[in-house]
């Protein structure tokens, strides 16, 4: 394995190739040995909280409104109205992630993973800062991170 070049970028990449790969290899497991939920929550670290640490100054400002909520593949997921941009997201995801403020929801008897949920105590013992359908929280963070890759590229040309 080759060393890093640009840290920030390359560990980003990684990890999506990391998730990647197990998506590929996956079905060669039996359903209850499919551990691609919390592959994904380990992988917060690399796309959230690790990047965030290093690159505040490149977070989007951007507003989250219907159309990013269609272009990030958002339908059923619940983001908190509080949290108009996608930094301030990104911060709050950041905190819960950190602070393993995480619950993970079934929807019923099979205590399949239908949601993700990402907490912050500090504001209360029921605030979400956002509860994401497993699939739909994939797709925020393949946007979120290609869009943070970018945005690092093209200011460091």
Known sequence: MANYRNL??????????????YEAMMHKYEFENQFNHTLLVNCLLGLIVLPKERTVSFLPQERIDETMRENIGIKDSFLNE??????SLVIALRHSIAHFDIAFESEDENY??????????KKGDNYIVASFVPTELLSFLRYYSYWLISVIRNYRE
């Open 8 to 21: 920030e970028i390359d560990f980003i990449e990684r990890t999506l190739e990391l998730i990647a790969q």
């Open 112 to 121: 399949l993973i239908d949601r993700i949920v990402f907490k912050d105590q």
């Open 82 to 87: 509080e949290i108009v941009h996608l930094k």
